[in-house]
């Protein structure tokens, strides 16, 4: 069968992509305010899929809309991003669970076990950025198969805030050596379906995350990101 083309994104969807990446980047900081107009004409659209983004972006914390005031970029704190580990470390842990739980095949885990892949060969060529983009596929893969889509829904809303506290925080911490070693393991527990290993070692892995991010943002005094 002939595989269909992607459709062109929206202007709604190009503005909430484009507006994540600006938040994600500081362009838009923490804690600033921005005019409707204002967005629309930096992005270059009209203010209809502007307004249509940014109710979806306060939907996932990273914005708040205000009445004749415009947007306001939300900043997050340590103590806030302590509770949005606590919240993943359950989530994420019950997904792999789960997984693990499901007798899945090898295929069923390829791109689980290709973002591994790819966190050793950025590891391999010392290009973190390249590390925190496989990070990010493996643990949103890890969810997928879980199978529980209420879990993916808070998922997708909260490691946005997480993405934001890593990509200030990316190149503070040591190198993530023993991150790529805490997936392998968890990949294996899963693939040798180990319901109660493949949790455990996820569970330790989010919490070790959650001490070392909240400690840098601490101890550099990034108490708004």
């Known amino acids: 069968m002939k595989q269909q083309a992607d459709k062109p994104q929206s202007n709604t969807q190009r503005a909430i992509h484009e507006l994540r990446e600006l938040i994600f980047a500081g362009d838009l900081a923490a804690g600033s305010d921005h005019l409707e107009s204002e967005l629309a004409e930096q992005l270059g659209m009209s203010r209809t899929p502007v307004r249509e983004a940014a109710l979806t972006l306060e939907s996932q914390g990273l914005l708040e809309l205000r009445p004749r005031k415009g947007v306001r970029i939300l900043p997050v704190s340590p103590a806030d991003m302590a509770e949005i580990y606590d919240v993943l470390t359950e989530l994420e842990s019950l997904a792999a669970r789960r997984a693990a739980e499901r007798s899945l095949t090898d295929e069923d885990l390829s791109l689980l076990a290709q973002s591994i892949q790819n966190m050793d060969d950025a590891l391999e060529s010392k290009n973190l950025d390249d590390w925190a983009g496989a990070d990010e596929c493996f643990h949103r893969e890890l969810v997928n198969l879980g199978g529980n889509s209420r879990v993916r829904t808070i998922f997708a809303m909260m490691s ?54 909240v400690t840098l943002l601490d101890k550099h005094k990034l108490n708004r990101i």
């Open 160 to 213: 946005d805030q997480v993405r934001r506290a890593r990509s200030v925080t990316l190149y503070m911490r040591p190198v993530p050596v023993q991150s790529y070693e805490d997936h392998r393991q968890v990949y294996e527990a899963i693939r040798l379906g180990q319901p109660d290993a493949a949790a455990a070692i996820h569970r330790a892995h989010r919490q070790k995350a959650k001490d070392m991010i």
